[in-house]
């Protein structure tokens, strides 16, 4: 019983863990793409490819990924995933050493691997967090995705920094990617010794669910499309972000690392914030506000990129971000309470893994989009300002769709959180 007890207390800081180098790892590379670019002569498409690529798997695998999380257990499949996160960190030190042919190939298949293996560590801890506090997931998702806004931030400042300080000091900036891999491996123990806690496989109530079910509920099939604005404006940003800061304003890796640094603050005090409101009051409110603030903070990334120049465009992009950041937050939390509401709504209990897993597919969809847009853009029109401020369009059309669909929204929310509370 003692021994239970324990595991159960490392459940959460064992989640916590696997989420936070799963988006360290994600990350880890973006402020050393302009490297790349300089090293293999990549075009613009290329090295926002590289980052797009990541969701990939997440986007074809998404429901196969949550039903194995449902038939296996989130605590098997997350083991197996850090192991295959730690493979593909060492698969970027052989492409930048250039130890084989086809770096790009060998990058690009890195990608496919941590995107593959880092689908599934999302999807099971969500799965997890959905069934260990079913009344505040809210709070415990926001936790969650602060933890891993924070390794995804942190990311570039870790992999800017080291890949510079190894590069100038030991003349190799691969030697980076060999901590990334020591980083992940050592989460195995914790997620090893806390397996049986954060979940077991399940037994669906209502057997094996139509994957139609996500496109038919107008609730599910709204929020999916509007995780995947969220997610592509972030994506867009992410890639095309530091190439920007290194084109227009000539920063170096481990500057880029510093500039988006803020980020890592705001999103994770953003996560946390939001999703003990949503808990509180339910979760169209702050999905609107969000939405607001991410349209204009987008919009004067484009405008004060056309205006300012120097130490002041730097200063502006870092508060522009900042608050971009912090309001991303506040779309995405209440979402992922959504989809937990509607899909236990719509087909019961004991799938939680396939409802995250088919909502990934949706987050996926986002963020392969976004460098996608962004990077053609810029080859065509020459300008990063005008490239990243045209993300304001499709953000604007998330605030559209929210207001639009509010009563259904809330209607949802409000109905499966009070059928929970007299369950108690």
Not at 47 to 70: C, E, K, Q, Y
Not at 192 to 217: C, M, R
Not at 305 to 326: P, T
Request: aromatic residues 10%; glycine residues 12%.
């Amino acid at each position: 019983m003692k021994n239970n007890q324990r595991r159960m207390a490392f459940a959460f800081p064992a989640l916590v863990m696997a989420l936070f180098v799963d988006y360290l790892g994600y990350a880890f590379i973006v402020p050393i793409l302009p490297s790349w670019q300089a090293q293999f002569g990549f075009s613009a498409t290329q090295a926002t490819l590289l980052v797009s690529i990541w969701a990939v798997p997440m986007f074809l695998l998404g429901p196969l990924t949550g039903r194995l999380t449902d038939r296996i257990g989130c605590g098997k499949i997350i083991l197996l995933s850090l192991i295959l996160l730690s493979i593909s960190a060492l698969m970027y030190l052989v492409a930048t050493e250039e130890l084989l042919p086809h770096a790009f190939y060998i990058l690009a298949g890195a990608r496919l691997v941590h995107g593959a293996s880092g689908a599934a560590v999302m999807t099971a801890c969500l799965a997890s967090a959905s069934q260990l506090w079913p009344n505040k997931f809210g709070e415990q998702a926001g936790k969650l995705i602060a933890m891993a806004a924070i390794g995804g931030l942190l990311g570039p400042v870790l992999g800017g920094v080291l890949f510079q300080y190894f590069d100038q000091v030991h003349g190799s900036g691969s030697i980076a990617f060999i901590i990334l891999s020591l980083a992940t491996i050592s989460v195995i123990p914790f997620v090893w010794y806390a397996s049986s806690a954060i979940g077991d496989a399940q037994e669906p109530t209502q057997g094996n669910v139509s994957l139609k079910v996500f496109i038919t509920n107008p609730v599910l099939l709204r929020v999916g499309i509007l995780i995947a604005i969220t997610t592509l404006a972030t994506g867009a940003l992410e890639a095309g972000g530091p190439l920007f800061l290194n084109d227009e304003l000539g920063l170096k890796p481990a500057a880029i690392g510093g500039v988006l640094l803020v980020m890592v603050f705001t999103q994770g005090i953003g996560s946390l914030f939001w999703g003990k409101l949503v808990d509180k009051n339910g979760p169209t409110r702050y999905m609107l506000m969000g939405w607001i603030v991410v349209t204009i903070s987008l919009a004067l990334v484009g405008i004060l990129g056309f205006q300012l120049s120097g130490m002041q465009a730097i200063i502006a992009m870092i508060i522009m971000l900042g608050i971009y950041q912090f309001a991303i937050a506040a779309t995405q939390i209440p979402m992922l309470t959504m989809i937990d509401a509607a899909a236990n709504q719509a087909y019961g209990s004991g799938n939680p893994g396939l409802a995250f897993g088919a909502f990934g597919t949706a987050w996926a969809a986002g963020t392969i989009v976004g460098p996608l847009i962004v990077g053609p853009v810029y080859d065509l029109s020459g300008s990063w300002p005008l490239s990243l401020g045209l993300l304001c369009v499709p953000a604007m059309f998330g605030f559209i769709l929210t207001f639009r669909n509010q009563d259904i929204l809330n209607e949802c929310y409000n109905s499966e959180m009070s059928n929970r509370i007299e369950a108690e």
